[in-house]
Each structure stands twice: as structure tokens, then as C-alpha cells.
């Protein structure tokens, strides 16, 4: 079975900043999109932001600027930069990949707490 594997969560005061990392396996051929997600306690899970695969990255309207995702073809991995953190996007966040044929999958998920 193909993994995702997903490192960097963690615990964070408010105002600080953590980075996401997601290695994705190049047993997934032709990508058409990479991404997080993340869900919260009693939510359903959202969209963060992705990235397709012309490069165009698309953001949820709550993260947009201070959120930002990145991508490193040579290493295979998706980031995330999540700057600013702040109390509400404590959560489970997913690393998600699209493969060619629209097939989805996700990565293991680790809990984002931002907290004093």
C-alpha cells in the first residue's frame, strides 16, 4: 500500500510558526494535485490548500497569508509554512495526493496544537 509520509506537527504557542513536510512516493505517477487538509474536533475535514499540477496553489480563504504551500520536485515533497498560528487551526492536518487517474491518496495525519 502506497504512504504518504507526513512530518513536522506539533505543539506551538500562538503567533508562532510551524512547517509541514509530506515525501510523496514516486510509485504515484503523474500527480495532479498536492495538499493539506486538516479537521478539527467535531468538524469535518477542510481544505487548507493545494497545489495542482500547472504550479497554480490555491489557499482556504482562513489561511491565506499566513499559510504557504511549497513544493520540491527533485525530493518529491509538498510543505506547508504556517506562520502567525493561532488557536482556531488546532487540528489533525492530512497530507493529500491526486494521482492521473483521480485517485486519491492520504497521508497519516498529525495533530497541529497551537496552545500556551
Known amino acids: 500500500q502506497v504512504q504518504l509520509v507526513e512530518s513536522g506537527g506539533g505543539l506551538v504557542q500562538p503567533g508562532g510558526s510551524l512547517r509541514r513536510s509530506c515525501v510523496v512516493p514516486?510509485?504515484?505517477?503523474?500527480?495532479?494535485?498536492m495538499g493539506w487538509y486538516r479537521q478539527a474536533p467535531g468538524k469535518q475535514r477542510e481544505s487548507v490548500a493545494d497545489?495542482?499540477?500547472?504550479?497554480?496553489?490555491n489557499y482556504a480563504d482562513a489561511v491565506k497569508g499566513r499559510f504557504t504551500l511549497s513544493r520540491d520536485n527533485v525530493k518529491n515533497t509538498v510543505y506547508l509554512q504556517m506562520n502567525s498560528l493561532k488557536h482556531e487551526v488546532t487540528s489533525v492536518y492530512y497530507c493529500?495526493?491526486?494521482?492521473?487517474?483521480?485517485?486519491?491518496?492520504w497521508g497519516q495525519g498529525t495533530q497541529v496544537t497551537v496552545s500556551s
Open positions: 493529500r495526493v491526486v494521482d492521473g487517474r483521480w485517485l486519491e491518496t
Open positions: 514516486r510509485s504515484i505517477a503523474r500527480i495532479n494535485s
Open positions: 497545489i495542482t499540477r500547472s504550479g497554480r496553489t
